[in-house]
C-alpha cells in the first residue's frame, strides 16, 4: 500500500520491534523498514522472526531476528545488546508481544491470568528499561500496543483488560520520568484488527458478523492502520507527544461495554 508519509521518514534510524514475527507486530516492522529503519524483530519463534527478516531484506531493508521471550528480563538485555551492537543504535522501540485467550473470570487459573500480565505488562516493562539507556542517546521513543479492553469492561477479557490498562499508565508513567531524558513514550489502543491472531482468537467465525456490524465505521482496523497511527507517533510529526494513547477503533468504545457482549448474546 502506498504511503501517506514521506519516503525515508527514518533513514539512519534502528526499531526493535517485539512480536515481530507475526501480525500486528511484523505488520509494525514492515511499515518502519518501508520508511528506511533498520529493524530488529524479537519474539518467541525464531522461525516466524526468520520469515519477516527474509520479507523485508527481500524488499531492500535491513532486518535482525532476535529470539527471545520478553518475560526474561536477562534474554531482553542480551537481544537490545544485540540489536545495537548489530545495528548501530536504538531509536525506536515497539512493544507489540502479547498474549491472550477469552477464559471467564470465574474459572481462569492464577497462572492463566499471571501468564497474560507477565507477557503483555512485565514484558513491555522490561522491553522499555532495557531499551531506556540507548533511547536516551538516540533522543528516541516507545510505542506500546494496547487494546480497548484497557478501558472498556469487556467479559471474559478481565487478565487483558488488567495488563492493558497496566500499560497505559506505565506509558504515562515512563512518559512523565523520562520526558527530560527526551525518550517519548506513547501507545496505540486498537479494536479488533482484521487478520490477526487476536481476530482469530477473540471473535470466532460465528460471532465475527455481530461484533464488525457493531463497529460504527462498519468494519475492523487493518494492520496497516494501526502501523500508520505507530510511524505518526515515532515521526517528528509526534515529536511533541508523550503519555498518549492513540484510540483506534472505529468508534467502538463511544457505545460502551462490548464489543463481546453482542458475542455472548448478554
Ligand atoms: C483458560 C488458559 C487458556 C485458555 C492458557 N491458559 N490458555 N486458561 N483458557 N484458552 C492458561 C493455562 O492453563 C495455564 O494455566 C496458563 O494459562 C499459562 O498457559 P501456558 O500455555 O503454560 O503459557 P504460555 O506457554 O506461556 O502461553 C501464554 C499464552 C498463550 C498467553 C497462554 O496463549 C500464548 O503464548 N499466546 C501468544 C499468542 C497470542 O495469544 N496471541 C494473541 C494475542 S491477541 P495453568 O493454571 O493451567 O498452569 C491480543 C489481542 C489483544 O493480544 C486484545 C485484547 C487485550
Not at 460504527?216 to 510511524?231: M, N, Q, W, Y
Request: glycine share 12%; with cysteine.
Amino acid at each position: 500500500m502506498s504511503s501517506v508519509f514521506a519516503p525515508n521518514l527514518l533513514a539512519g534510524q534502528v526499531a526493535l520491534v517485539t512480536g515481530g514475527g507475526s501480525g500486528i507486530g511484523a505488520g509494525i516492522a514492515r511499515t518502519l523498514a518501508g520508511q528506511g529503519a533498520r529493524v530488529a524483530l524479537l519474539g518467541r519463534t525464531q522461525a516466524k522472526l526468520d520469515a519477516v527478516a527474509a520479507e523485508i531484506r527481500g524488499a531492500g531493508g535491513e532486518a535482525l531476528a532476535l529470539p527471545a521471550d520478553v518475560r526474561d528480563y536477562a534474554a531482553v538485555e542480551a537481544s537490545v545488546s544485540r540489536a545495537v551492537e548489530t545495528l548501530g543504535r536504538l531509536d525506536i522501540v515497539v512493544n507489540g508481544a502479547a498474549g491472550n485467550f477469552l477464559a471467564p473470570a470465574a474459572s481462569l487459573s492464577a497462572n492463566g491470568f499471571r501468564a497474560v500480565i507477565d507477557i503483555d505488562l512485565c514484558g513491555t516493562f522490561n522491553v522499555s528499561r532495557a531499551a531506556f539507556a540507548q533511547l536516551a542517546k538516540a533522543r528516541g521513543s516507545i510505542v506500546s500496543i494496547t487494546a480497548t479492553q484497557a478501558s472498556v469492561p469487556t467479559p471474559l477479557q478481565c487478565h487483558a483488560g488488567a495488563a492493558k490498562a497496566g500499560i497505559e499508565k506505565l506509558t504515562r508513567d515512563l512518559a512523565l520520568e523520562w520526558a527530560r531524558s527526551g525518550v517519548r513514550v506513547n501507545a496505540v489502543a486498537p479494536g479488533p484488527v482484521e487478520g490477526t491472531e487476536g481476530v482469530r482468537r477473540l471473535a470466532p467465525a460465528d460471532a465475527d458478523a455481530a461484533v464488525r456490524r457493531r463497529v460504527p465505521l462498519g468494519r475492523f482496523a487493518t494492520i496497516d492502520e494501526v502501523s500508520g497511527a505507530v510511524l505518526f507517533l515515532v515521526s517528528p510529526a509526534g515529536a511533541y507527544m508523550t503519555g498518549a494513547t492513540i484510540l483506534l477503533d472505529g468508534g467502538t468504545s463511544l457505545l460502551g461495554p462490548g464489543p463481546f457482549l453482542d458475542m455472548l448474546g448478554a
